[in-house]
């Protein structure tokens, strides 16, 4: 069974693939309460290819040409399929279109990974750069890596081009699916991704086991009829995971490391032992620990979460914090970082203050002062140095805010893993 567009870009949100805003229209007259401004395009929603050569997908400028656009759509049969709904969506500025895919290939009876940085409807010059990687036995980050490399992908954006595709291969993979597709895959001029299509098919036989894709194609039939559907209302996630352990914590280790991507975390990991350092613990924040990814709104608690767990680790001197995304995303984690550690010094501070006033009840001035000068060598016991590698961001206004700290800014990580290694084995 393949799913509309906007069914597919609803699961792609739910697991922090970043769609477009985006509200389906039922009937034209829906367009004048539209909550997207203009301009937007406007896609007939059907199951069948060739929807924009047949004339079922049209930029408006303002409601009365949207309308007019609508009704056209509505009558407009592309393959005699009509539309029950329309999508409108808002406009993206791509430098570069991506075409991404994860099928089942049934001659080779294996779960393939397809790739073409000319995406897009030209598909002679898609099928041309297409790149296959065939996943044997367990999948790996590896993999995805492994055809962005293969495309022609690089710089940063091979990290955040493979973690699309992990997203994609988990939702493939945890909903039996036959067929998951990214057609184009948008970049922008600063290198920011954004899923402007997706195709998906789930397999017929398996689709009874998973009841949340019967309630996506079944309610929707209904709920279209009735009020537009907003892709945004699904960003409240009402529980948010804990941050996944990579590994058990080693005693012997002496730094932690915090990754938004478990392929990341592994290289990291891997890095540093063969630099031979000793990592203690890893923590992976932005997926569940079934390999569903969070949406990158929620990464910021999870961030929290994971620096509370892993300064309770005994005797790390370094810390190793690698995040990679979109701009908006980098910022938002820095923001959660500045707020966690000024947090926290706080906590310290009044700590510290109370255990003073509670042992100098009848306290001489000398005792008194000593009694200050132990608890302000306890604030200061040596905490780890913090190395921290971003992709991108406007964060220097928080990095300021955290001067005080003990962190080491880079967007090369391996002048993040140098930089750790030494504070690591610095007396």
């Given at each position: 069974m393949d799913l509309l567009e906007y069914q597919a870009k609803e699961l792609f949100h739910q697991i922090g693939i970043p769609i477009l805003r985006s509200q389906t229209i039922a009937d034209p007259s829906e367009l004048k309460r539209l909550q997207i401004p203009y301009p937007v395009v406007l896609k007939s929603q059907v199951r069948v290819g060739g929807r924009g050569r047949a004339g079922g997908i049209r930029f408006v400028e303002n409601t009365i040409d949207a309308i007019a656009a609508a009704r056209t759509i509505f009558n407009l049969p592309i393959m005699g399929e009509y539309p029950e709904v329309i999508l409108a969506e808002a406009r993206y500025n791509a430098q570069e279109e991506f075409f991404l895919a994860v099928l089942l290939d049934y001659q080779l009876q294996r779960r393939v990974l397809l790739g073409s940085t000319k995406g897009g409807i030209d598909l002679d010059t898609l099928l041309k750069h297409m790149q296959q990687v065939v996943i044997e036995g367990?999948?790996?980050?590896?993999?995805?890596?492994?055809?962005?490399?293969?495309?022609?992908?690089?710089?940063?954006?091979?990290?955040?081009?493979s973690t699309i595709i992990e997203k994609m291969y988990y939702l493939f993979s945890d909903k039996d699916m036959d067929l998951v597709e990214i057609n184009p895959l948008g970049v922008s001029a600063d290198g920011e991704l954004m899923a402007l299509d997706g195709k998906i098919s789930v397999n017929d036989s398996a689709i009874k086991r998973h009841q949340d894709l019967v309630s996506l194609i079944t309610s929707k039939k209904n709920a279209a009829k009735k009020s537009p559907y907003e892709l945004e209302s699904l960003s409240n996630v009402p529980q948010i995971p804990e941050p996944r352990w990579l590994e058990q914590i080693d005693e012997k280790g002496n730094i932690g490391i915090i990754c938004n991507s478990l392929g990341l975390a592994m290289a990291t990991w891997d890095l540093i032992a063969q630099d031979k350092g000793k990592p203690a613990c890893c923590l992976v924040i932005g997926e569940e620990t079934s390999g569903k990814w969070l949406p990158d709104g929620t990464m910021s608690e999870q961030l929290e979460a994971a620096l509370e767990e892993i300064m309770e680790v005994k005797g790390l001197?370094?810390?190793?914090?690698?995040?990679?995304?979109?701009a908006p995303a980098i910022e938002t984690l820095v923001s959660a970082i500045a707020q966690y550690l000024q947090s926290r010094n706080g906590r310290i501070e009044r700590a510290s203050e109370e255990r003073v006033t509670r042992a100098t009840g009848g306290a001489s001035a000398r005792q008194m002062r000593n009694l200050q000068s132990r608890s302000s060598k306890q604030q200061s016991n040596d905490p780890p140095q913090f190395v921290i590698c971003l992709s991108g961001g406007e964060i220097e206004s928080l990095k300021e805010s955290l001067a005080s700290f003990p962190i080491h800014w880079t967007d090369n990580l391996d002048t993040a893993i140098a930089q750790t290694l030494s504070l690591a084995k610095a007396k």
């Open positions: 367990e999948f790996s980050p590896f993999y995805a890596r492994r055809l962005a490399i293969k495309m022609g992908v690089r710089g940063a954006l091979i990290e955040s081009v001197k370094a810390i190793s914090i690698n995040l990679l995304g979109s």
